[in-house]
């Protein structure tokens, strides 16, 4: 058995019922790709606009692939096409923008993620708990016919202080619950909490996570 397959089934076996696996791919070369899609994965994640188009076009065409990087404006129309969610939306504008693409190039509905700033490092992108209560309190969302807000996203610290981790997960999922509550009581698609990684994805599953997005794990170091 490849490597890549038998890694894949043991991330697999160790995943509760209902815990979805996002394969991230990047930097990985598409028969890399294949080997877990002939094992029966269907869901990449890919974090550069350019490497996504290639894929897509070398790969099969039920992959759905998540765009799980920092995307900028201008870039949104070259994956809308493509993609099947955006998880790390962080600002209003990257959501009207990808309204607009939607709308432009005939997608009935994108599926994104709100992407959540807890980590300690400065460098990470996403919302504070504050700006993504104030982004959905706003409610300009909610005129978007295009752009259905599917739930929340986010990467912890990146640290070995397994507490703090935790801490960040459980955070993440209190500020879901509340959300749901608040703004998607009624709304069943909002249902998603992507987190955990490689590193911490056993820990991201104690609290709640209902998708992780390994790569390492499953395809070895990338090759930069
Ligand atoms: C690269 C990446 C991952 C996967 O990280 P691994 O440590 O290789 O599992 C997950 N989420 C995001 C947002 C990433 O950019």
Redesign the pocket.
């Given at each position: 058995m490849s490597d890549v397959k038998s890694n894949l089934r043991q991330v697999r076996a160790s995943l509760p019922e209902g815990v979805r696996l996002v394969a991230?791919s990047?930097f990985h070369p598409a028969e890399k790709l294949m080997e877990a899609y002939a094992d029966g994965q269907r869901i990449f994640?890919e974090?550069h606009e350019q490497e996504l188009r290639t894929k897509h076009e070398q790969l099969p065409k039920d992959i759905e692939w998540h765009f799980?990087?920092h995307l900028q404006t201008n870039k949104v129309k070259l994956i809308v096409p493509y993609v099947s969610m955006i998880?790390?939306v962080d600002s209003i504008r990257l959501l009207r923008e990808i309204e607009r693409q939607a709308e432009r190039q005939g997608r009935a509905e994108v599926r994104v993620l709100l992407e959540l700033h807890l980590a300690e490092e400065a460098t990470k992108y996403g919302l504070t708990p504050d700006d993504c209560r104030q982004l959905l309190s706003d409610g300009e969302w909610r005129t978007m016919k295009h752009v259905r807000i599917c739930g929340l996203m986010m990467?912890a610290s990146n640290t070995d202080d397994e507490a703090r981790i935790e801490r960040e997960f459980q955070m993440a999922s209190d500020l879901f619950d509340e959300f749901k509550s608040t703004f998607f009581a009624a709304d069943d698609a909002f249902c998603e909490r992507s987190w955990g990684?490689?590193?911490d994805y056993r820990l991201a599953v104690r609290h709640a996570s209902t998708m992780v997005?390994?790569?390492?794990?499953i395809f070895g170091p990338?090759e930069y």
């Open positions: 991230v990047k994640g974090s799980i990087g998880e790390a990467m990684m490689s590193d997005r390994i790569g390492t794990t990338r």
